[in-house]
């Protein structure tokens, strides 16, 4: 109980802290009070310039509108009298009217009329003049061309209006000023009763009317600027306030005249705004002093008198401290948190005594639950607020052992679990207090927790779940392990897990599973087990290893489920992948794996495999006849006849409609797979009864064989598949072995065609031109176009490179046209530059023979509208061989029509000479080079080239002589009668860059024998 009260009555203990407390707060409040007087007095002050300023601005507005009243009467008698006086063209007859007008504004007092010589003519006033011409300002503001102004006239306010007559002939000027007396009467009615100074000011400045006390001008006139900028500020129309020296200098704008009302009223008016509302003040203030120096000195004695007590309660204190600290000490060794618990009588709490773990545990600070118990409870979790409070009220009201565990949020928000224990005891003012125990209980909860889960998991878990111990004895199992093996729980414990062993997992499988155990500490896997009744099933095992703190193995924990309808449905669904629907055998998928791994084993194993490709012959027509029903059931007949035809380890697949894949292995020689291909075609050809109907077929048969070299399942496939073909082609029920070489070179073939198409595209080919020459003349009569081919890798390429790959190919038509289009494009371009040559070009047999070959050439010539088509000649090789001699005759009269010519290439060396000769239309034959080479020591030749010349001269055609290479095969040419020739003795083929140089050096020449005795010499 020392503590008890040690920690109730620690808040009544004397302290010098709460005294200075109430000093200063009392001088602070006579400080704040006398300050909030200061600041109304400041804002009263604001409040008495502000309304000063106001009452000056509307006093200048009600004089200036006084001003306004007084000058518009002015101006219209003004105006009047001007317009008299133009209406009378300027004759005095108007005096009367002065006077009359004048009784009308009582503000005027002289109304004056000046002639255009500036002396007087008329005026009404009884006050002496000093001059009878019009004042100097005036005089030298209408020379300036200004009808109106304003000015001075002595101390009085004056204007003028110059009056013209109709035609702009000036009558005179019409001159008034203002009664001074007027408007010192009007500004002392209507000027503020401070007011010490007030004037008129003009546009320019000046000082136009004083209305004030004498000494205003020069007042004024040292704040001129001020009132320049005051009167900028105002714009048009308004008024502003200024202090100036102490005053304020208020400035009003007219509305309808360039003029200014300007007053100074002294600075005092606002201070005696003031001064009467702030005495008031000033008396509060100094009451607000004295009071609290009052206070101040009588709690000043009393606190001297509160000491003494004071110091006698120290000593009491410092034996309770003694103890209080002892208790504190202890309590840090202590496991949780030591408190005191006070609940009052009124209801509130407070926390009188806590060790320092209920800091660290609630994160409150001291200060803040030992009066007040409510940043304690601001902890407990929201769900357990209700049940803790119901614990307390029933240990309050019972005075028993308080215990309970809740939760609280901890400084960084997490959840912990605390659980107390407490004593109450009733004290003598009604309220209660409790001597208690808190500890930390969150990792106990957290392992409880746990513990549930586990048990829940094991209890509802769909997956079995079987624990051993370190030896393998089973020590418990769950309903589902139960329901999967068909063992109940008691027949289980005790067991080996062997007794679920199906053997069909073998030793080295559990030796695997046994040290994954112990090397990882876990195994995953499907297995194959038994169940009780017998029946064998698949399941997915996981098992793990549960070791102590030691790190000892104490328990394995098994986890399984049954997967056998997956595993099942898992091989449906691998049989319709694999397999083919109608007749079971393996698809193309399980036979491109199946191939793969033959491939393979014929590697290892050195031993050959053959690929066999199988199509039926005559099945669509059982199909179209029978129907598709009869089809399938024929087809499914034949697979197991096939089938049974193959030996052991070959495999057979249908690939799709009828057509299957064999593949044959382990043939230790090429041959030996003949056997077995014979017994397929047999079996093939054994007739199929099926009801009624007796079906017969056949088998065409591909077969390609391995090893051979870069060969794949793909490949193997396709040479399969094109052997298949040329069985087919052949005539059918046989089999056909693939030709690799054939093959290769098909493929070769194949690879050449597209690269010429594709140096076609990319502009490869070009022409060169030979010459043609006249032997006799020496004149050039032509020329004939060759192609070249400018490969990228083996550079410029003669015809006899690549011609012989495209003979009798589409690819043939498509450069054959390329070739017509360009030397046409060549000749017209020579036939532009004045050099009309007629060229030559070859054509293939299969360009000529194409139906619409005539309409083509007339497109390609329509390209070149300008061009003669007599300058394009065809040559046809004569070893050519067509198919109708007649038609390819028609197609040539045709383009002959067009005027295209004829040559026939090569001639006598083809096998028909005579027949072409007679058949097809041409104009002229050209003697192929090997017999114009070898005339000169062939006698054979010589015959030969004579007999050429004699048919053409017999048949009306020309002769071209080609391979002249010397000036002896010149000289006997024309001494037999051939006249045109072309050779490399000559000019070989050039580009048709250089051809016109040629020409031209050629054409230099007297005669054509010194040409060529020069080309053959050089």
Excluded at 240 to 246: I, L, N, P, W
Excluded at 291 to 313: D, N
Excluded at 541 to 553: K, M, R, Y
Excluded at 913 to 934: A, C, G, M, N
Aim: net charge negative; with cysteine; hydrophobic share 40%.
């Amino acid at each position: 109980m020392s503590h008890t009260h040690l920690a109730v009555h620690a808040d009544l203990r004397p302290s010098a802290t709460p005294a200075r407390s109430v000093m200063v707060f009392v001088l602070g409040l006579a400080i704040t009070t006398i300050g909030a007087l200061a600041w109304k007095e400041i804002d009263s002050w604001h409040s008495a310039q502000h309304a000063v300023r106001s009452e000056l601005q509307l006093q200048s507005l009600s004089l200036s509108s006084v001003f306004e009243t007084a000058f518009e009467s002015a101006e219209q008698t003004l105006n009047g009298v001007a317009y008299r006086l133009e209406y009378n063209q300027g004759r005095p007859a108007v005096a009367l009217d002065l006077r009359r007008r004048m009784l009308r504004s009582p503000s005027l007092s002289d109304l004056r009329f000046y002639r255009s010589d500036s002396h007087l003519v008329e005026r009404a006033s009884l006050t002496p003049l000093a001059a009878d011409t019009l004042p100097l300002w005036v005089q030298q503001q209408t020379s300036q061309g200004r009808l109106t102004g304003y000015g001075r006239d002595g101390d009085d306010f004056a204007f003028y209006r110059m009056s013209r007559a109709p035609d702009g002939r000036v009558l005179g000027t019409v001159y008034a000023t203002l009664a001074d007396d007027y408007f010192q009467t009007v500004s002392s009615q209507n000027l503020v009763a401070q007011a010490s100074t007030g004037c008129l000011v003009g546009p320019g400045g000046d000082i136009l009317l004083d209305l004030g006390e004498p000494g205003t001008s020069c007042r004024l006139g040292r704040n001129a600027q001020l009132i320049k900028q005051l009167s900028e500020k105002i714009g048009g129309y308004g008024s502003s306030v200024q202090e100036v020296d102490g005053s304020f200098m208020v400035v009003q704008q007219l509305r309808n005249h360039p003029l200014r009302v300007v007053q100074i009223a002294s600075g005092d008016l606002a201070l005696d705004k003031w001064k009467d509302g702030a005495r008031y003040s000033l008396a509060a203030m100094l009451l607000v002093a004295l009071a609290a120096f009052v206070f101040m000195r009588y709690y000043h004695h009393a606190l001297h008198i509160r000491t003494r007590a004071e110091q006698a309660l120290l000593q009491m204190q410092a034996h309770m401290q003694a103890s209080h600290d002892l208790l504190d000490r202890l309590s840090q060794h202590v496991p949780g948190v030591i408190y005191q618990y006070l609940e009052r009588a009124d209801g509130s709490s407070a926390f009188p005594y806590a060790s320092q773990g209920l800091e660290e545990m609630f994160g409150v600070a001291p200060a803040n639950f030992m009066r007040d118990g409510t940043p304690i409870f601001e902890r407990v979790y929201a769900d357990d607020s209700a049940a803790l409070t119901a614990s307390s009220q029933e240990s309050t009201r019972s005075l028993s052992t308080w215990q309970h565990e809740f939760r609280i949020n901890d400084r960084s928000g997490a959840i912990r679990w605390l659980s107390g224990l407490a004593n109450p005891m009733r004290l003598d003012d009604g309220s209660t207090l409790w001597h208690g125990f808190i500890k930390d209980v969150t990792e106990r909860k957290r392992l409880e927790a746990r513990l549930t889960l586990a048990a829940s998991v094991f209890t509802s878990a769909k997956e079995g779940i079987l624990i051993t111990d370190a030896a393998g004895t089973i020590v418990d199992v769950n309903e589902t392990f139960c329901l999967i093996t068909g063992f109940s729980h008691e027949e289980a414990l005790g067991q080996n897990p062997r007794m679920l062993n199906s053997g069909r997992q073998p030793p080295e499988f559990y030796a695997q599973l046994w040290s994954s155990l112990h090397e990882k500490g876990h195994w995953y896997g499907e297995v194959w087990n038994r169940r009780k009744s017998g029946d064998v099933y698949a399941e997915m095992l996981t098992i793990s290893s549960v070791h102590d703190a030691a790190g000892a193995i104490q328990n394995y924990v098994a986890l399984f489920s049954d997967i056998t309808p997956f595993k099942e449905h898992q091989q449906q669904l691998e049989h319709i992948a694999h397999y083919d629907a109608l007749t079971g055998l393996p698809n193309r998928v399980l036979l491109a794996d199946r191939l793969h791994q033959a491939l393979i084993q014929s590697q290892r194993r050195k031993l050959c495999l053959a690929v066999v490709f199988l199509d039926l012959d005559g099945f669509k027509a059982v199909n179209d006849t029978h129907g598709h029903a009869a089809g399938d059931e024929l087809l499914i007949a034949l697979a197991q006849h096939m089938q049974s035809a193959l030996r052991e380890g070959d495999t057979l697949a249908r690939i799709g409609g009828d057509e299957f894949v064999a593949i044959l292995t382990d043939l230790e020689h090429a041959h030996d797979c003949e056997p077995i291909l014979v017994r397929l075609l047999q079996t093939a050809c054994e007739p199929v009864h099926l009801g009624q109907l007796d079906l017969r077929v056949s088998a065409s048969m591909g077969v390609t064989l391995y090893p051979q070299d870069g060969a794949e399942v793909d490949l193997l496939m396709r040479q399969a598949d094109q052997a298949m073909y040329a069985a087919k082609q052949a005539g059918k029920n046989r089999y056909h072995l693939f030709d690799v070489t054939q093959d290769a070179a098909i493929r070769q073939q194949r690879n050449s065609l597209e690269r010429i198409e594709q140096g076609l595209a990319l502009g490869q080919f070009v022409l060169f031109y030979q010459p043609k020459v006249n032997l006799r003349t020496g004149t050039v009569v032509g020329a004939e176009a060759l192609i070249r081919w400018h490969h990228p890798e083996r550079g410029l390429l003669y015809p006899a490179a690549f011609l012989p790959v495209i003979e009798n190919h589409p690819v043939s038509i498509k450069l054959g046209e390329w070739v017509v289009h360009s030397a046409l494009a060549q000749v017209s371009l020579w036939d532009a530059q004045g050099q009309s040559l007629p060229v030559s070009v070859n054509i293939s047999a299969l360009q000529l023979q194409q139906q619409d070959f005539p309409d083509r050439l007339r497109s390609l010539l329509a390209d070149f509208p300008g061009l003669w088509p007599g300058l394009l000649e065809l040559e046809v090789l004569e070893t050519s061989a067509f198919e109708d001699l007649s038609r390819v005759s028609a197609i040539i009269a045709k383009c002959q029509d067009m005027g295209i010519r004829f040559a026939l290439d090569d001639f006598g060396t083809g096998y028909s000479s005579l027949t072409y000769l007679k058949h097809l239309p041409v104009e002229t034959l050209k003697i192929d080079q090997s017999f114009v080479r070898d005339m000169l020591i062939d006698a054979n030749d010589l015959a030969i080239v004579n007999g050429i010349i004699g048919l053409a001269r017999a048949f009306g055609r020309q002769v071209v002589a080609e391979g002249v290479e010397t000036t002896a095969h010149r000289d006997l040419l024309v001494s037999i009668g051939c006249d045109v020739a072309q050779g490399f003795g000559i000019a070989r083929p050039m580009p048709a860059k250089d051809f016109p140089a040629w020409v031209k050096q050629w054409q230099c020449h007297s005669d054509a024998s010194n040409m060529l005795a020069s080309r053959t010499s050089s």
